[in-house]
């Protein structure tokens, strides 16, 4: 840090105005109006205009290159004349080639793929720093960037560069209006003072500080509180790495920090060498023109060039020849010295040459070891550099990956020179620039080679995009009366068949076992017909595993075939944590736990069900229960779905008529919800409607003649069908709280649905207090969706507010003629009972990931309300929720 | 009732209509601004504004850009017509000029008329 920047740290921005004089005021307002009406103007620019005015100001800057140089080093008296002019070359013709096929101006990127636009906007007003240090080459580079992004500028150059910077305002200021850009457009600040920088940072018209180069002007547009692009002082570690082309990096070096006489921030500080290399290394130097110094002469170099006060560089120094470095520390060197190397034992205060030094003094360190090399540039990284340039010379890759690690520094440079790698453009394909961002390490916003895009607030459009669906299923469906005879067709070394002690007992089991492949060894693993524990899973897996079996054939009602699902997966995965596999989810695409993909064992899995309702035979879950913790355990995962299911109705003739009922109608809801469902496709309406249509109409048959084949085996298909539906669409609010309810007075999983279901149609068909954000859905569609139900079983109505409640009127005829009771309170539950229950019934609900799918997001007191509504009971003339308002 | 309710409603006379029309044709000026000469205009514009219109309407249906001594002219005219109480109309702008306009922060100075 320079000294007189310290002077700059002081400044209180917020005492500017009280001190300026109200004619400064003025002045300074002048310039910020003057800038925002060019702005403003400037908005109107197409592409064409602002590439047609850059190519001008590109053009003249390249022509007065030389021009600015000579002023720049007759007044800042730093740097080096010929280094001057290359640099505003490349300020102009090397960004001109960066940005000049780059769009600025409305649209400037699509991303089709990703129904993804980017446009522009300008900032505005910019007010710019600039350094003493590059001082032409800076304003021509944010002059071009401007004018290229629409914005205005208004520039305080470093008061020792202000002669030099504001003739290179004024020549790009001149050449831009005379080729159409906005009057005012560009302004430098007369006689910039600190108190002026501190009143435009805090100006409300100057939407961007860029600040270059200046620690205390980049702290300063940091806390205006203003967005800022500050960029500022650096340390730059070299390593110099044994397998390196030593004379590649010698003169590289040698070329970066004599660049200007070391003015560039990226260049070179410290250089640690490999032991093994370092006296050739040193020799190479000497012999390119470097002095090396002795101990002696690096305290004298020490005392000359850095203040002891502060640590910092000497400013007489910066930007200084070496030979006059060494007559001012009064070191004899040769005429021709490019460089003065002092080698170092340390980094710190302790060792004053470790810091940055604007000017051709590089210290060196020799290194025992790589990690004795990194730990050093570390040390120089966190002396001052961080976030800035950090260069290695290897060709080792992991040696430069290792170091491109711990290095924090926007800008890591492979064998080439710091300062103009950094620059970009030059050595390498980073972006051309005259400010380097620092990151956060350096206080600054960025580690960007700051450029256009800086300049620019991007907006994003963003269409919406049709999101992917799916809809997955078993591989093979076999269905009505006998399919089982397909299981012939499955060949089986060692087969398992899973089943309730009831099953075995009625001789289903020998059914199955009669169409399965001759020769086919046989076990029979007979489990409760309840929720599956984890002992039975075990017992289970302990018998594939005995028995090698290569298929498992799940015969049951949705227990026993849960249970065949977590046989499997154990079986084929031993490893595979239930718990964590039953962690929380929205999405079941999106899962954050992956389910196993490698298997030890691998068994077919065929299921058939006994019941016509839960549909498990081509569902993706299955539900445990440990009791051990009392907890229950849900999986999800479509690896879980059977590959085969079998849907033969001869194992559901003799299901008495309660069972017939209860699943009946969780078929039922399962068709209802999955046809509402925000993840509904086109794939999931036409299962939901067609089991609708078979419940409403073979239902009531099976129930009342439950040895009526078509009625029985229509009644399977359309369990299996919502089945295919809810797998896929999911269910809603409806199981959320049947759930609930079921669990806490023991009421079947079908008949809590039944209690529920006509309240909850209505509170969906009506308009949503809260709707659920979906980007599966177009607008809000329950309500049509249950007319369109209402259509399809023919029941009348002209609006959808008749044809919903008809269908509602239907659903609790059916729901009459089943013997369903009409509410909570005829199952004996007394008021006060549930009153007390109510609260945690809506609470667990509300945690069911059941109706995370539902069209209406549901509120807690309306899951209350829900609630309530069931325990009075049904009858569509009752309550708001059964009056649908529709959307 | 409605019928009712409609009769009750003051109705002003075919006469009144008339008289209020030429008040309002007496009060008013309309211009049309030519892209190439916004400035002369918006001047020629402030001088009409003597004190007897209310209200002053620009047409800028064929100004596609303005630029910054357009802008200035237009503040100039805006505070010539605040000190006078006239409202002015700009019709015709396109969204560009508007939010050229809005970023020198004009629009609150003048009415927008389609």
């Known amino acids: ?887 | 009732m409605k019928d009712e309710a409609w009769r009750r409603v003051p109705r002003l006379s075919h006469k009144l209509c008339r008289e209020m029309v030429k008040l309002m044709a007496m009060t008013a000026v309309f211009l049309n601004v030519d892209e190439a000469r916004i400035v002369p205009t918006l001047r020629e514009a402030g001088e009409k504004l003597d004190g007897t219109e209310r209200e002053v309407t620009l047409d800028l249906s064929s100004v596609l850009r303005i630029d910054g001594s357009a802008l200035r002219a237009m503040e100039e005219l805006a505070s010539i017509a605040e000190g006078k109480n006239v409202k002015v109309n700009l019709r015709g702008v396109n969204v560009e000029v508007y939010k050229v306009l809005k970023l020198v922060k004009l629009t609150r100075r003048f009415s927008f008329v389609n």
């Open chain 1, 1 to 887: 840090m320079i000294a007189t920047e310290k002077v700059q740290e002081r400044v209180q921005i917020p005492l500017a105005v009280e001190i300026l004089s109200a004619e400064r005021i003025a002045y300074l307002e002048g310039l910020v109006n003057q800038a925002k009406t060019a702005a403003a103007v400037f908005t109107q620019f197409t592409q064409a205009d602002v590439d047609r005015i850059v190519k001008a100001m590109v053009l003249a800057g390249l022509e007065q290159a030389q021009h600015l140089a000579r002023l720049a080093i007759e007044e800042t008296k730093l740097g080096v004349l010929e280094d001057k002019i290359l640099k505003n070359m490349v300020a102009t013709e090397f960004v001109y080639n960066y940005i000049k096929d780059k769009r600025t101006v409305g649209i400037i990127r699509e991303f089709p793929e990703r129904n993804l636009i980017e446009m522009a906007e300008p900032i505005g007003v910019i007010f710019s720093v600039t350094p003493v240090t590059n001082p032409t080459s800076t304003v021509l580079f944010k002059c071009i960037m401007a004018i290229k992004t629409r914005n205005a500028v208004i520039f305080s150059p470093h008061p020792k560069a202000w002669h030099c910077c504001s003739e290179a305002v004024r020549i790009m200021y001149e050449i831009a209006v005379k080729h159409g850009a906005p009057e005012g457009v560009f302004s430098c600040l007369e006689s910039p003072t600190l108190l002026d920088n501190a009143f435009l940072m805090k100006h409300k018209d100057v939407g961007l500080i860029d600040a270059t180069g200046v620690p205390g002007m980049v702290k300063a547009a940091y806390s205006s509180g203003k967005p800022a692009l500050g960029v500022g002082a650096g340390n730059t570690p070299v390593y110099l790495e044994k397998t390196a082309d030593l004379n590649t990096a010698v003169v590289d070096i040698i070329v970066s920090k004599t660049f200007d006489n070391g003015t560039i921030c990226a260049s070179e500080q410290t250089v640690v060498i490999d032991d093994e290399i370092y006296d050739a290394a040193l020799q190479k130097f000497a012999d390119l023109g470097a002095h090396i110094c002795n101990e002696k002469e690096t305290k004298k170099l020490e005392r000359t060039v850095i203040d002891p006060q502060t640590g910092f560089m000497q400013p007489m120094a910066v930007g200084q020849k070496a030979i006059d470095i060494a007559r001012f520390a009064g070191l004899s060197v040769k005429p021709h010295t490019k460089l003065l190397i002092a080698p170092i034992h340390g980094v710190g205060r302790e060792h004053p040459l470790s810091v940055e030094k604007l000017f051709p003094v590089l210290a060196v360190y020799p290194a025992k070891s790589v990690a004795e090399a990194l730990r050093v540039c570390v040390d120089v990284n966190h002396a001052g550099g961080i976030g800035h340039t950090a260069v290695i010379f290897s060709r080792n890759e992991e040696v430069i990956r290792k170091f491109g690690d711990v290095m924090n520094a926007g800008r890591i440079i492979v064998n080439s020179p710091g300062s103009i790698g950094a620059l970009g453009a030059v050595y390498n394909d980073l972006v051309p620039t005259f400010s380097f961002g620092c990151g956060t390490g350096g206080g600054n916003s960025t580690t960007d080679n700051v450029n256009i895009f800086h300049y620019l607030n991007i907006k994003r459009l963003a269409r919406r995009t049709q999101t992917h669906m799916w809809f997955r299923i078993p591989n093979q469906i076999y269905f009505n009366m006998n399919a089982v005879e397909n299981l012939r067709q499955f060949p089986s070394q060692s087969t398992i068949i899973v089943t309730s002690p009831l099953l075995e007992q009625m001789g289903m089991v020998d059914i199955v076992r009669r169409h399965i492949c001759p020769k086919t060894h046989i076990h029979v693993q007979v489990i409760p017909d309840a929720e599956p524990e984890v002992k039975v899973i075990s017992q289970g897996v302990e018998a594939l595993n005995f028995y090698k079996a290569d298929q498992i054939i799940a015969l049951g009602g949705g227990s026993v075939i849960d249970a065949a699902k977590i046989m499997k997966l154990k079986y084929e995965s031993p490893e595979a944590d239930l718990e964590y596999l039953a962690a929380p989810f929205l999405d079941l695409r999106k899962r954050v736990v992956e389910y196993p993909t490698e298997k030890v064992n691998r068994a077919r899995l065929i299921a058939m069900s006994t019941t016509s309702g839960t549909g498990s035979e081509v569902t993706p879950f299955a539900v445990l229960t440990d009791k051990a913790s009392g907890r229950k355990v849900t999986l999800a995962d479509y690896s879980l779905t059977p590959d085969v299911a079998i849907v033969d109705p001869q194992f559901v003739m003799s299901m008495p008529k309660g069972l017939t009922a209860d699943t009946g109608i969780d078929c039922l809801t399962h068709a209802l919800e999955a046809g509402v469902s925000n993840y509904a496709s086109p794939y999931t309406d036409s299962n939901a409607m067609q089991a609708i249509r078979l419940v409403f109409k073979y239902l009531p048959i099976a129930y009342e003649h439950p040895h009526d084949e078509e009625a029985r085996c229509m009644m399977h298909n359309a369990a299996c069908i919502a089945a295919m539906a809810f797998s896929n669409a999911s269910v809603g609010v409806n199981h959320a709280l049947a759930h609930a309810f079921g669990a806490r007075f023991g009421v079947p999983h079908g008949r809590a649905n039944a209690l529920m279901l006509p309240h909850v149609m209505a509170y969906n068909a009506a308009v949503p207090t809260k709707f659920m954000p979906s980007p599966y859905t177009q607008g809000y569609v329950a309500h049509k969706k249950y007319a369109t139900v209402a259509d399809l079983l023919g029941l009348g109505g002209h609006t959808v507010d008749e044809k919903v409640k008809n269908l509602i009127q239907a659903t609790e005829q059916l729901l009459d003629q089943l013997g369903f009771p009409k509410s909570i309170a005829e199952l004996g539950i007394s008021r006060e009972q549930f009153e007390r229950a109510v609260p945690e019934l809506a609470g667990i609900a509300f945690d069911d990931p059941s109706w995370r799918s539902n069209p209406r997001m549901p509120l807690m007191s309306e899951l209350v309300e829900l609630f309530w509504k069931a325990y009075e009971g049904r009858g569509v003339a009752k309550g708001a929720a059964s009056q649908p308002q529709t959307v």
